[in-house]
């Protein structure tokens, strides 16, 4: 079983940061990626970014040069560092892990309220 737990959302100014966490416990040797989604009111979740397990990032077009998606060397936590917050990044974020079994996990899910 693989558990994950999601903090450091907030409410935050325009063109402020905020650093969420996703505290992963349990069987993280099955893990093959971990990504942060998001959810607007009224939208579909969509992808923010991911971490495999080798390292390798990816970014999503809306975020890239302004998100860093990152994990602790032991590998317990993944971090997504917001930086120059939009309203449009206004949303519900996700934790969500891959595993080799091919099944996901989801977190409960941090709001981030960005305030113009």
């Known amino acids: 079983q693989v558990q994950l737990e999601e903090s450091g959302g907030g409410l935050v100014q325009v063109g402020g940061s905020l650093r969420l966490s996703c505290a992963i416990s349990?069987?993280?040797?099955?893990?093959?990626?971990v990504a942060w989604y998001r959810q607007a009111p009224g939208m579909e979740r969509e992808l923010v970014a991911f971490?495999?397990?080798?390292?390798?990032?990816k970014l999503e077009e809306p975020v890239k040069g302004r998100f860093v998606i990152s994990r602790d060397s032991a590998e317990n936590t993944v971090y997504l560092q917001m930086n120059s917050l939009k309203p449009e990044d206004t949303a519900v974020y996700y934790c969500?892990?891959?595993?080799?079994?091919?099944?996901?996990?989801w977190g409960q899910g941090t709001q981030v309220t960005v305030s113009s």
């Open positions: 969500n892990a891959v595993r080799t079994s091919g099944d996901d996990v």
């Open positions: 349990g069987r993280k040797d099955t893990i093959t990626a």
């Open positions: 971490i495999t397990s080798g390292g390798s990032t």
